[in-house]
């Protein structure tokens, strides 16, 4: 029962900045927007989190529109090695304490 | 620091055997989780702990599974009798409630095929 939307898959070229969009639009007040990341054999990795403020550190950045209804992740220069499936998760913060994925996009970085 | 340590990392196994996977959480994390991931369903919350309890075991698919969690550094998943279904990536992971970012830290899973 995951409460985002996001793009089955994208391209994007080396060097450019990847934009990854996702819709929440049933998102709650106390509700945060997660990114996490899956690369191939591996484990989901932890990119970022907000809550209402646009939230930038060392692996991207993330806008939350005023609504809150939808975010971008931006991935500003993006690599091979970014190439991944992103999830976009929704959840209260420290009082859920279930993660549920949903399909997530795969990003393809295009050499 | 070690992460989440996961074993075996890849198992084959005939149908109608026991198999047992086992976790050590990052150390002072006080939940656990345990997931399944198939091209077919993605990743799926099969189980999770807090503080060695079992919470929530909906997502745990059918009596051949169950899990465990004897003491705060060791967890097992346990699937009996296995079926070439039950063929997946399986995954562990551990949360630390009071830290400054409240994440999960997952392990590099268990891959097992069912024949």
């Known amino acids: 029962d995951a409460k985002t939307t996001q793009p089955p898959s994208m391209d994007c070229a080396e060097g450019r900045a990847a934009n990854l969009p996702c819709n929440h639009s049933?998102?709650?007040?106390?509700?945060?927007v997660y990114w996490y990341r899956q690369i191939h054999s591996q484990g989901p990795q932890y990119i970022i989190h907000?809550?209402?403020n646009n939230e930038t550190n060392e692996m991207a950045s993330l806008i939350i529109t005023e609504d809150r209804k939808s975010s971008t992740l931006i991935l500003p220069h993006a690599t091979l090695r970014d190439t991944a499936v992103y999830y976009c998760i929704v959840r209260a913060g420290r009082r859920d304490d279930k993660i549920i994925f949903g399909k997530g996009t795969r990003l393809h970085i295009l050499p | 620091d070690a992460g989440v340590i996961q074993s075996p990392r890849h198992e084959v196994t005939e149908m109608g055997q026991e198999v047992t996977l086992r976790c050590k959480p990052i150390s002072g994390h006080d939940y656990l989780f345990w997931y399944r991931q198939t091209m077919m369903r993605g990743l799926e919350l099969l189980i999770y702990?807090?503080?060695?309890?079992?919470?929530?075991d909906s997502g745990m698919p059918e009596d051949r599974f169950s899990a465990k969690m004897p003491n705060a550094s060791f967890s097992t998943l346990k699937i009996q009798p296995s079926e070439p279904r039950d063929s997946a990536v399986y995954f562990c992971?551990?949360?630390?409630?009071?830290?400054?970012?409240?994440?999960?830290?997952f392990g590099e899973g268990s891959w097992l095929t069912v024949v």
């Open positions: 049933t998102i709650s007040g106390n509700e945060y």
């Open positions: 907000g809550l209402k």
């Open positions: 702990f807090n503080n060695n309890v079992p919470i929530d």
């Open positions: 992971a551990s949360r630390a409630r009071d830290r400054v970012i409240d994440t999960i830290y």
